[in-house]
């Protein structure tokens, strides 16, 4: 059986095609960022921490935050939260909040990182939802993206890799 130079020519064209896209991949932002034009104003942005302690972020100003809408059973928040936790601890001018969005359950939320390895974040709850309601969330993981003026400019909805260089990239023009 003999194969025919064209078709060994398209083998090879597909296959350098899969190769740059899989080495360039890094290069762009994930298709499930929204990025605003016009950053939107947060009127009150108020949790609970682990001890369900009031968090009041309202008119906290002068760094990037995320907030990052989590749950224990969803898979592409274990595969992200590492990487959000790389982020947090090579780039202490963002401030993190990974904000569990069940019934607040201080052991369920640790045993979740434990599982996962995550030791360096802290926990957050909105146990009445309220923040699902103001951001009009539509699904986890989202993460909501705050400017230094306190505006969110940017949203994630879906996973990501919060460390990969393009994402990285679009941070630090934001900083």
């Not at 350098?16 to 298709?31: G, H, M, R, W």
């Not at 601890?89 to 969005?101: A, S």
């Not at 939320?109 to 957050?124: E, P, Q």
């Not at 940017?154 to 990285?168: L, N, P, T």
Request: charged share 25%.
């Amino acid at each position: 059986m003999k194969i025919s130079k064209s078709f060994i020519l398209y083998i090879h064209i597909i296959f350098v095609f899969f190769i740059s896209q899989y080495v360039y991949a890094d290069n762009n932002l994930s298709e499930n960022i929204v990025i605003y034009e016009n950053p939107k104003d947060i009127n009150e942005l108020k949790f609970k921490d682990v001890n369900l302690q009031e968090v009041d972020l309202t008119n906290k100003k002068g760094n990037i935050m995320i907030l990052n809408f989590w749950a224990t059973w969803c898979q592409p928040c274990k595969r992200e939260m590492p990487s959000l936790e790389k982020l947090a601890q090579n780039y202490p001018k963002i401030k993190v909040y990974p904000i569990n969005m069940e019934k607040p359950n201080k052991l369920r939320a640790r045993d979740f990182y434990n599982s996962i390895g995550v030791t360096g974040l802290d926990i957050y709850f909105d146990p009445e939802f309220n923040l699902v309601k103001k951001f009009k969330m539509r699904g986890m993981p989202t993460s909501i993206l705050i400017d230094k003026d306190g505006k969110e400019f940017a949203r994630v909805v879906g996973e990501i890799d919060f460390h990969s260089k393009a994402f990285i990239e679009f941070l630090e023009e934001k900083i």
